[in-house]
């Protein structure tokens, strides 16, 4: 006979997997503010530095993602996502050092892309997994302040401190996604499953 618990298990298994991943998004986005605000005001390598960093950080957590919910061919809109961010940090490490001005443009359309396709993700994934109208909404507010850095570019407005706000949101963002999925798990308690393990 067909195991009728197994899709209910790996429901189980993706919320977990997600909860996860939005914890440690969140942390990290967190850190990569606190060192935007601190030690990367003194420091132009330190600045440069992040600048890099984050992209790259994007299309990892970004391919991890496609690679723990279902492959490649399921996860189209990440998959496109870890391409622009792979591209991009390539060329803010190019332009970084002579062309800095340029780069709050770049990351303006990457915003406004990157949250497009988050908002398509969530929206593919609203009925099955908890948490994502945050993802959603997330989604919707980055592709609006992508414009923003966009209609920045080239003014005086220091770059890191300016992205720094809105990785603060993201992280926001991620850190109410992980707590939905754990808070309702909790309260459901589907197939016996103790809620500090799923």
Known sequence: MPDTNQPQLLLLQRAAWLRKLYFIRAAFSFAWVALAFTVAKGSPVIASGLLIVYPAWDALANW?????????????????????????????AVSVGSHVRLILGSFGLVAIVAGLLQLATAIRRRKGNR????????????????????????????????????????????????????????????????????
């Open 64 to 92: 991890v993602d496609a690679r723990m919910t279902g492959g490649a061919k399921a996860n189209p809109t990440q998959v496109l996502n870890v391409w622009m961010s792979a591209l991009v940090t390539v060329a803010v």
């Open 131 to 198: 948490g994502q109208w945050v993802m959603m909404l997330s989604g919707a507010q980055s592709a609006l302040a992508g414009g923003f850095f966009v209609a920045q570019q080239g003014s005086a407005a220091p770059v890191v401190q300016t992205f720094a706000g809105y990785a603060a949101v993201g992280a926001v963002y991620f850190l109410i996604s992980g707590l939905v999925i754990l808070f309702r798990r909790a309260k459901d308690k589907t197939g016996g499953f103790a809620p500090g393990k799923v």
